[in-house]
């Protein structure tokens, strides 16, 4: 069946059913119902390939996955809490609003290939990029396309630097800095005064931010950063085990231990506890993004939790909003990063 089938059985326009179909505002409430209906009574769908030559789009949002630091195993994006949670909540938004979402993954630099042609191709509509390092040259590449493009987790300096917001772009971040100064505050607080870090990946933006705010906290208050303390974890369950490992090897650990996201915390939970070493009796440990294990631990891990529903729900509405709009646009937004104290962390003896 084809649209002009769905006009003459709704007794209107060919152009009428077009305006319905994408969703324009200048069509009566009843005629709009009448051809509704009879598209669903002879599951009628548009042709997608017409819709892109006429410059209506695809209903089609690209979500892309960056993870070049992991090990290549084909379900490491899902295993990793943070990702996976952003992958359904993107879904879940761009479906209620009628959309489909083209998921990839970004293994290697050669990946990247393929999401510049998912933007040329006129495949999707607009993208989403999320676990992106600070790669300008790749970032200013996509923005030059043309096409709404939403960045997760990106320094606003250098899009700004380099002169990218003057393209249809949106960067959506988490206060993540001032996460960690409340969790850094609370140990500080029960008294803790050798604290250690799991740091994350520091071409990240907020591997960088929660690294900054730790160095920040200890040196406000006068405490000594011991570099045996500073452990390279990259965001990695099994570097964040070894970190830990190598740690216990060097003797007495920090009497408190931050970690820069709850899937480097709970490596280093495992490692601890292979040693004898207590949680919190003996170390106390805080995490970073608050994933589902945090509260079903034990203890249950103190986090930092991160607003990943409304961050995929901001970064789906850009993508709608800048495709409305003429020229060019650029946005900004960083949510809060809530503190939530559970049981893994107590005063020093």
């Known amino acids: 069946m084809k649209s002009e089938d769905i006009a003459k059985l709704a007794g209107v326009s060919r152009s009428t059913v077009s305006r319905v179909i994408n969703n324009y505002s200048n069509v009566p409430e009843n005629t709009r119902r009448k051809v509704l209906q009879i598209i669903e009574e002879h599951q009628y769908e548009p ?6 030559l006429a410059g209506k789009g695809t209903d089609t949002i690209g979500l892309f996955v960056v993870s070049t630091a992991e090990r290549p195993e084909a379900n490491r994006i899902y295993d990793n809490s943070y990702f996976a949670r952003f992958v359904d909540a993107v879904t879940d938004n761009a479906n209620a609003r009628g959309s489909y979402v083209l998921i990839h993954t970004v293994y290697t630099q050669a990946d990247f290939l393929k999401v510049k042609q998912a933007f040329l191709q006129k495949r999707i509509d607009g993208g989403i990029i999320v676990g992106t390092s600070e790669d300008t040259e790749l970032v200013q590449e996509l923005a030059g396309l ?3 493009l939403v960045l997760i987790d990106y320094d606003i300096a250098g899009i700004i630097n380099n002169r990218l917001d003057k393209n249809h772009l949106a960067v959506v971040n988490s206060k993540d800095y001032e996460g960690t100064m409340a969790v850094m505050e609370y140990l500080i607080g029960l008294g803790h ?3 250690g870090i799991l740091s994350g990946r520091m071409n990240t933006f907020s591997g960088r931010e ?5 160095e920040a906290a200890m040196k406000q208050h006068g405490l000594r950063l011991d570099g045996n303390h500073i452990l390279r974890g990259e965001f990695l369950k099994e570097t964040a085990y070894r970190e830990v490992q190598r740690l216990m090897s060097l003797g007495k650990p920090p009497t408190a231990l931050f970690s820069a996201n709850d899937d480097m915390a709970i490596a280093a939970m495992q490692a601890f506890a292979e040693q004898g070493i207590r949680i919190p009796e003996d170390v106390s440990l805080a995490g970073f993004d608050d994933v589902p294990a945090a509260s079903l ?7 930092v939790r991160l607003p990943i529903y409304e961050m995929a729900k ?3 509405e850009s993508i709608f909003r800048m495709g409305q709009k003429d020229g060019t646009s650029f946005s900004t937004i960083s949510f809060p990063a809530e503190f939530i104290t559970r ?6 003896s």
């Open 47 to 52: 042709n997608t390939s017409a819709r892109v």
């Open 146 to 148: 043309g096409s709404p």
């Open 193 to 195: 005064r050798e604290i």
């Open 210 to 214: 929660r690294y900054n705010a730790y």
């Open 297 to 303: 631990m034990t203890p249950k891990l103190t986090t």
């Open 314 to 316: 901001s970064a789906v």
């Open 343 to 348: 049981d893994s962390c107590r005063p020093v």
